[in-house]
């Protein structure tokens, strides 16, 4: 018996493909037979098998057995030959089964429906075409206001995808600025530039308390605009001394997410005077042993098979993300900081010694408006600011990510609560997606779920949250053993996380005047694993230290804030493992090639020493690590390369090897200087700074990009960033 076909059909009505196969595909002149999955083909050996001698011709009735079972809310289609010679006009016989489920079948993507909530409930919206959600949405504690927020999160992502050539404008100029000789600084891009618009004085329609005249000083240093990232960076501003408002769209200290990272990554917090080390193990909801990287061979070549992958020090340590951003919020206030949330940003003008942003009261609907030096845009995914400085296309890629925190019901055994699995698959390609689950224990019996998978950006297929969902509750059991009637529903999980195919350190803008990105809004993620949380604390000394560095000497022009951000060339040559785990919109994959791809190179990594596995998966391995498991991974699977090649296409692959170059000349470049170069700075830092702050935080930049941003971090002690007073550094 042998395999002959192995296909994944785009829909979860296995039922309707079976039937379809047994009455109404046609194989001509095989003789049909209905099994209770599927047909058996009874092949006459009378036709001649092209390019077998006389001696192999079949000498007795052949057979084929075509079968169809439903995995991950979708189906799946094998045909066994029962005999070890090939049947007569097998392939054309397989080709035309082929087009006919794919013509029968083809790839959709469905939308959300259009809905009016003040005419229905979200559940009565819903319920038709997402019956598994509404049902268990309706079991959870705020269930309705976390199903809109899905819903509502989802369209405004849409929104952004499919219009890509009309983002919503928000960033506007004051025309003084627009005639000022600081015209150069502004325009990055002449495709990307932002209109100059007059607006008309509504200072009297806006609950403003902090309205100023031309020449007065803003009543803040910095106005964050998103709560959950923006928060940390802002309470470690305000400890320095900084004036900061911080503005949340929901009720502040809300989180859609829990977060996941180790000790040695969260050190960065402690180190900078965020949190004690009492308040670290405070927000610890688990710890774990171990944690586990494990997906589906089944269906593989043997050279694609892997062994689970064990990373006990990577995202070993569970939070609880709403009291970190509690902790961090009562920080920020503790350091003079304010908290307006329940607030919605509307927009911003732009002028030469501040920015204005404009906002609306959400329980109140009264508009506010508030002044300051710098704002800071931490609103996540669908920042519409970060699409508009981008042109619309603020993204290459992005995993929509569903989930929910269960607070008990699983069976004894179900699960070690000393253990989280990090990356796992228990299936193949289903319906255009590659399905990823992460597990990780927290509170007692709380267990926190999230699926998701590596999306390319399309505007017929921007990727959806609501059909995710209707996956998750459909195929949860699957993954790991429950009754779903039993399960005790905390909170819903759920985001869209951006991904940046970054091919050189200057080709995303991050910045305007007296404007910068932060966070998701500025693609700071790790291409691999898409843990947006984790990439902003890792990078959180060298954001802090630069923008500090901005502020003491005024430097809040475009110029100069697009030197502050976290690009990594380590992190950027990575970026065609997440386009590979991608399934281009529009084509049909074998169903097991991405988990063939993951498990050539995860194989990889548990052959190593663990110390290379947490590099790769923490954003830090350097030049020579890469190059070796790159060697490796083509050695051990040459189809790899094909297959990456087929799913990135030449222009994706030309970019790539962009990436590449600019990653070994850095790396080269970081060899001969990291060295003497610090200490280089160090000494001519005093004399320096003061005379020339421009060049010194070029200087700065530099620095950064030749250690962190080629994986080999320099440890930043609190007292580096000095303090807003004094106005000057300690030692580097």
Same mark, same amino acid.
Request: proline share 7%; aromatic share 12%; net charge neutral.
């Given at each position: ?46 036709? !001649? !098998? ?33 005999? /070890? ?45 997402? @019956? ?11 269930? $309705? ?24 404008? !928000? ?7 627009? !005639? ?53 960076? =802002?309470?470690?501003?305000?400890? +320095? ?9 929901? @009720? ?5 997410? $829990? ?5 040695? $990554? ?40 892997? @062994?689970?992958?064990?990373?006990? /020090?990577? #995202?070993?340590? *569970? ?54 030096? +710098? ?16 042109? *619309? ?29 990090? #990356? ?21 019996? $709380? ?12 505007? &017929? ?9 209707? %996956? ?48 998701? =809004? ?20 060298? #954001? ?10 005024? +430097?809040?022009? =475009?110029?100069? #804030? ?42 990889? +990594? ?41 799913? =990135? ?36 830092? @005093? ?20 250690? %962190? ?15 807003? &007073? ?7």
């Amino acid at each position: 018996m042998k395999e002959v076909l192995y296909l994944e059909v785009p829909t979860p009505d296995v039922e309707t493909v079976k039937t379809w196969l047994q009455r109404e595909f046609e194989p001509q002149t095989e003789a049909k037979v209905i099994t209770s999955s599927g047909i058996r083909l009874t092949v006459s050996p009378a036709t !001649v !098998v092209e390019g077998l001698t006389s001696e192999t011709q079949p000498e007795s009735t052949a057979t084929l057995v075509i079968f169809v079972w439903s995995l991950q809310r979708t189906t799946y289609l094998k045909v066994f030959r029962w005999s /070890t010679q090939p049947v007569p006009q097998e392939k054309t016989l397989l080709k035309r089964l082929t087009q006919a489920l794919r013509d029968r079948f083809p790839n959709q993507y469905p939308q959300p429906p259009t809905i009016d909530l003040t005419r229905q409930s979200i559940f009565d919206a819903l319920v038709e075409r997402y @019956p598994l959600t509404v049902k268990y949405f309706q079991k959870m504690p705020n269930g $309705e206001y976390d199903l809109t927020r899905v819903y509502w999160w989802e369209q405004r992502w849409r929104d952004g995808v499919q219009n890509p050539q009309q983002p919503r404008q !928000v960033v506007f100029e004051r025309e003084d600025l627009a !005639v000022s000789g600081q015209r150069s600084a502004v325009s990055i891009n002449s495709e990307l530039r932002i209109q100059n618009s007059k607006f008309r004085t509504q200072n009297s329609k806006l609950s403003d308390s902090s309205a100023l005249t031309p020449d007065s000083s803003p009543p803040y240093d910095l106005i964050y605009v998103g709560g959950a990232l923006g928060v940390i960076h =802002a309470a470690v501003m305000a400890k +320095l001394g900084y004036r900061v408002l911080l503005l949340e769209r929901l @009720p502040f200290g809300k989180m859609n997410r $829990e977060w996941n990272i180790s000790r040695s $990554e969260f050190q960065s917090l402690i180190n900078l005077g965020l949190l004690t080390p009492h308040e670290f193990e405070s927000v610890i909801a688990r710890e774990y042993v171990d944690g586990f990287h494990k997906f589906f061979d089944a269906n593989n070549p043997p050279q694609a098979k892997a @062994p689970v992958l064990h990373t006990p /020090t990577v #995202l070993n340590v *569970g939070l609880d993300a709403e009291k970190l951003l509690r902790t961090c919020g009562e920080k920020l206030r503790s350091y003079g900081g304010e908290i307006w949330d329940e607030t919605e940003f509307n927009r911003v003008e732009v002028d030469r010694s501040q920015v204005t942003v404009h906002a609306k009261h959400l329980p109140t609907g009264g508009l506010r408006s508030v002044s300051g030096r +710098l704002l800071v845009d931490a609103m996540g995914t669908a920042s519409p600011i970060a699409w508009q400085l981008n042109g *619309g296309r603020a993204f290459d890629s992005v995993c929509p990510t569903v989930g929910a925190v269960i607070a008990s019901g699983f069976e004894p055994g179900v699960w070690d609560a000393r253990y989280g699995d990090v #990356l796992n698959s228990h299936g193949d390609i289903s319906r255009g997606r590659q399905l990823i689950w992460e597990l990780f224990p927290a509170d007692g019996e $709380e267990l926190t779920f999230y699926l998701f998978h590596y999306h390319q950006v399309h505007p &017929e297929n921007p990727g959806s949250l609501l059909e995710m969902y209707e %996956d998750f509750f459909t195929i949860l059991p699957e993954y790991r053993r429950c009754d779903m009637e039993q399960l005790v529903w905390k909170k819903p999980t759920f985001g869209y996380i951006p991904g940046h195919f970054t091919t050189g350190r200057g080709d995303r803008q991050v910045a305007f005047d007296r404007l910068i990105a932060l966070g998701d =809004a500025a693609s700071l993620q790790s291409p691999l694993i898409f843990t947006g949380f984790g990439s902003l604390v890792r990078n959180l000394p060298r #954001l802090t230290h630069l923008l500090d560095t901005a502020l003491k000497h005024d +430097l809040l022009s =475009a110029k100069h #804030l697009n030197q502050i951000r976290a690009y990594q060339s380590n992190v950027a040559v990575t970026w065609l493992f997440s386009k590979g785990m991608m399934v281009p919109t529009g084509r049909n994959l074998p169903p097991e090639r991405v988990n063939a791809m993951l498990n050539t190179f995860f194989g990889i +990594l548990a052959d190593q020493p663990p110390a290379i596995a947490e590099a790769f998966i923490k954003d830090r391995v350097d030049w020579v690590t890469f190059n070796r498991m790159a060697l490796t991974a083509a050695w051990k699977n040459p189809k790899l390369l094909l297959w990456i090649w087929d799913m =990135a296409g030449a222009v994706d692959f030309g970019r790539w090897l962009g990436s590449y170059l600019d990653f070994t000349l850095t790396a080269f470049v970081s060899s001969l200087v990291r060295g003497w170069f610090p200490a280089l700075l160090r000494q001519i830092q @005093p004399w320096l700074e003061p005379r020339f702050p421009g060049f010194w935080l070029w200087l700065l930049a530099q620095r950064y990009n030749l250690t %962190d941003g080629v994986g080999r971090p320099q440890t930043v002690q609190p007292e580096v960033i000095g303090a807003v &007073e004094e106005q000057t550094h300690a030692p580097i």
